[in-house]
């Protein structure tokens, strides 16, 4: 708050019958009235109270761990079984056995073989064939031509049908009667398979492909926490 001040007029007129031990007196009391007024008319500003420096905290921290899912993707091969149905052909070995010439006429030469007669009137050749089936699951029917070829002219035998099992084998077994000739000439035999069998069925085939999977791991994390 602003101190007001009232001015004070003092006479400085002393009565002339005044000594001057008296005058020295009044300067004295004035000047200490002046310097009492002067310093009740300073007002001393107002003393701001210090602030002390505040100290920061220091965190504490320490360390946490966690389990953590993390996923990743794998791939590789993958079997698998599939029924595959169908048509298919059936395997197999086909064996032509050596042909056996016979003279089949009355004579000394009767029941032998041909090659050992030096007359004969009728001989009968035998044509065969053997057939194995090399499946292990599937009988088949196999069907065998034979053709006949003599001198001056060719017989042309009626195809025979078997049907052989699986792993199993079969034999084909063709016969002519004819007339040698003379000089004695035997016949000759072409035999052979008409037509591959096949048979309808269901099987399983096994098979690979490449198939991706996600893989989670549970895996620990740690972190430094601070509070």
């Known amino acids: 708050m602003k101190k007001t001040c009232d001015t004070y007029e003092i006479n400085k007129n002393l009565p002339p019958d005044t000594s001057s031990v008296i005058s020295l007196k009044y300067l004295i009391l004035i000047g200490m009235l002046s310097i009492l007024l002067l310093a009740g008319c300073t007002t001393p500003p107002a003393t701001q109270p210090t602030k002390q420096p505040v100290q920061p905290t220091q965190p504490q921290c320490h360390n946490e761990t966690n389990q953590v899912k993390q996923v990743h993707e794998e791939c590789g091969p993958v079997s698998y079984t599939i029924q595959v149905c169908g048509s298919r052909k059936l395997e197999y070995d086909a064996v032509a056995l050596p042909l056996v010439n016979i003279c089949s006429a009355d004579g000394p030469c009767a029941g032998g073989l041909l090659s050992n007669c030096t007359f004969c009137t009728n001989a009968m050749t035998r044509c065969m064939m053997s057939i194995h089936n090399l499946d ?40 002519q009667f004819y007339n040698p000739g003379d000089p004695i000439s035997s016949a000759s035999c072409a035999i052979f398979v ?34």
């Open 136 to 175: 292990m699951q599937a009988s088949g029917d196999w069907t065998v031509g034979a053709n006949y070829t003599v001198t001056g002219g060719q017989f042309i035998k009626t195809p025979q049908t078997l049907t052989i099992a699986p792993n199993q084998t079969g034999v084909f077994d063709f016969n």
């Open 194 to 227: 008409m037509s591959d069998p096949t048979v309808d069925d269901c099987h399983d085939e096994t098979r690979t492909r490449n198939e991706c999977q996600n893989i989670t791991d549970i895996v620990p994390v740690t972190k430094v926490v601070c509070q």
